[in-house]
């Protein structure tokens, strides 16, 4: 998708492309406390984020006053990749499941960021670490902006069971893939036209 031009909201692109540098470092930042956490060498992951994929998605949500019971205004998934870095929205609306089956709202300090964890990771990890059921209940009477920034390994980095994640009782659950051929293999089965749009000359897109 192109940029918007400049003169229709000056700005935005210089301070989207800094936001996602800066937090594409606080992810590679954290990389040795997962790999600790996961009785690796705490450089494990370092290389497999040197051409890390980032992408940044902006949402809004507009109040729905009516909300009906169940309605949701981005239904239950959980993320991809790696990690997901989200700053709490100024209007309620994610809801986190627990592992008991519970939805709940996160209860979270001041200034804090939430991180999920993302289903590649949870893969690598062999089920170890799970990745993050969440979902998004319309705010009633203001609009609300989310900002989630997805930072992942390279196309190219391999998912291949850890080996402090297995032993003979608990065999790899997952097949070795990298990361672009579990990402293209989970597009493909989510996203009817995945893969089938093709832009035109003058960017817009066509199937």
């Not at 990402?183 to 199937?207: C, I, L, Q, R, S």
């Amino acid at each position: 998708m192109p940029w918007l031009p400049e003169e229709v909201l000056p700005g935005f692109r210089a301070v989207a492309e800094e936001y996602m540098v800066t937090i594409t470092e606080l992810g590679k930042s954290l990389l040795p406390v997962w790999a600790r956490a996961l009785e690796l060498d705490a450089d494990f992951f370092v290389d497999k984020f040197a051409w890390s994929y980032t992408y940044f998605r902006m949402a809004k949500y507009p109040p729905k006053p009516d909300l009906d019971d169940g309605e949701l205004g981005l239904n239950a998934h959980i993320d991809t990749g790696f990690m997901t870095f989200l700053p709490p929205a100024e209007e309620a609306g994610l809801q986190i499941l627990d592992a008991d089956g519970t939805w709940f709202w996160p209860d979270l300090p001041a200034d804090a960021l939430i991180v999920n964890m993302g289903q590649f990771l949870e893969r690598w990890t062999n089920n170890r670490f799970r990745a993050t059921p969440h979902r998004v209940v319309p705010p009633l009477e203001h609009d609300r902006y989310s900002l989630a920034c997805f930072v992942n390994p390279g196309f190219e980095a391999v998912g291949e069971c850890l080996p402090t994640c297995t032993d003979a009782d608990n065999p790899p659950k997952h097949p070795t893939q990298s990361y672009w051929e579990f990402f293209n293999w989970y597009m493909t089965n989510t996203f009817t036209h995945y893969g089938k749009v093709k832009p035109t000359d003058n960017n817009e897109a066509t199937v």
